[in-house]
């Protein structure tokens, strides 16, 4: 099951608008800004990166007891540890202030805890990796 089917990044495909590669701005000569992000399973990460979860195929109980843990579409991930089980940490983007009030950065900040994953669950939840 896809845990929110109009939250899946279906972009990237190529339509009869989108030109002959799936980017209007290449077809037309005109730079696209910006970077191009790709999608992989949590399984095929590596330690350390970081991405956002944009699919889910999963059973209706397994993607509930995901959401209930704040697993779901849209959860900012890293992953800390590969193989059986995987374990990834849950995060959230944050603004951090100047000291001097002027404006701020926005940072992950992972302190949502963590969740160990069987690998074969795992290999089912699709990411956008971050650039």
Same mark, same amino acid.
């Given at each position: 099951? &896809?845990? *929110?089917?109009?939250?899946?990044?279906?972009?990237?495909?190529?339509?009869?608008?989108?030109?002959?590669?799936g980017n209007p701005a290449a077809c037309t000569g005109q730079a696209d800004a910006?970077?191009?992000?790709?999608?992989?399973?949590? =399984?095929?990460?590596?330690?350390?990166?970081? #991405?956002?979860?944009?699919?889910?195929?999963?059973?209706d109980d397994d993607a509930s007891m995901l959401r209930a843990m704040g697993l #779901?579409?849209?959860?900012? &991930?890293?992953l800390c540890r590969a193989g059986q089980p995987c374990i990834v940490a849950l995060?959230?983007?944050?603004?951090?202030? =100047?000291?001097?009030?002027? #404006?701020?950065?926005?940072?992950?900040?992972?302190?949502?805890?963590? &969740? #160990?994953?069987?690998?074969?669950? =795992?290999?089912?939840?699709?990411?956008?990796? *971050?650039?």
């Amino acid at each position: 099951m &896809i845990l *929110d089917p109009s939250a899946t990044a279906n972009s990237d495909k190529a339509s009869p608008a989108a030109g002959c590669c799936g980017n209007p701005a290449a077809c037309t000569g005109q730079a696209d800004a910006r970077p191009v992000r790709r999608q992989a399973p949590l =399984a095929s990460l590596t330690p350390g990166q970081t #991405g956002t979860i944009c699919e889910c195929a999963l059973s209706d109980d397994d993607a509930s007891m995901l959401r209930a843990m704040g697993l #779901g579409i849209a959860a900012r &991930i890293r992953l800390c540890r590969a193989g059986q089980p995987c374990i990834v940490a849950l995060g959230c983007v944050c603004r951090e202030h =100047a000291a001097d009030g002027e #404006g701020g950065t926005l940072r992950d900040l992972w302190g949502g805890g963590r &969740i #160990g994953l069987a690998r074969p669950l =795992a290999e089912r939840i699709i990411v956008l990796l *971050d650039a």
